[in-house]
């Protein structure tokens, strides 16, 4: 079992910045897969990036890159997004998952949920 807390969602104007954490408890291998997933309103949850635990390679969605970043703390058990040149578009609640995955951008595998943390852009 894998215990997951996002934190620092918010509001921000469009070409801003946020960063957003996860905090994980519980047991957690290298081989485990880390990654956060956003949901729109009225829309289907869509993939944003992944980090294997044991690994250093991020992967991202198309829509993301360039501007978002995502980072881990092996140490901490903490997992951070690092969110620049926000736009309206990137508004909707973000979830941080975890789970031993063969696809790292698919919810396949995503055995465990934080409760999500709410980012709003502000055009």
């Known amino acids: 079992q894998v215990q997951l807390v996002e934190s620092g969602g918010g509001l921000a104007q469009a070409g801003g910045s946020l960063r957003l954490s996860c905090a994980a408890s519980g047991r957690i291998y290298s081989s485990n897969a880390v990654g956060w997933f956003r949901q729109a309103p009225g829309k289907e949850r869509e993939f944003v990036a992944a980090i294997r635990w044991g690994g250093v390679r991020p992967y991202y969605a198309d829509s993301v890159k360039g501007r978002f970043a995502i980072s881990k703390d092996n140490a901490k058990n903490t997992v951070a997004l690092q969110m620049n040149s926000l736009k309206p578009e990137d508004t909707a609640i973000y979830y941080c998952?975890?789970?031993?995955?063969?696809?790292?951008?698919?919810?396949?595998?995503?055995?465990?949920w934080g409760q999500g943390t709410q980012v709003t852009v502000s055009s």
């Open positions: 998952a975890f789970g031993f995955v063969d696809a790292l951008g698919a919810e396949r595998g995503y055995d465990f």
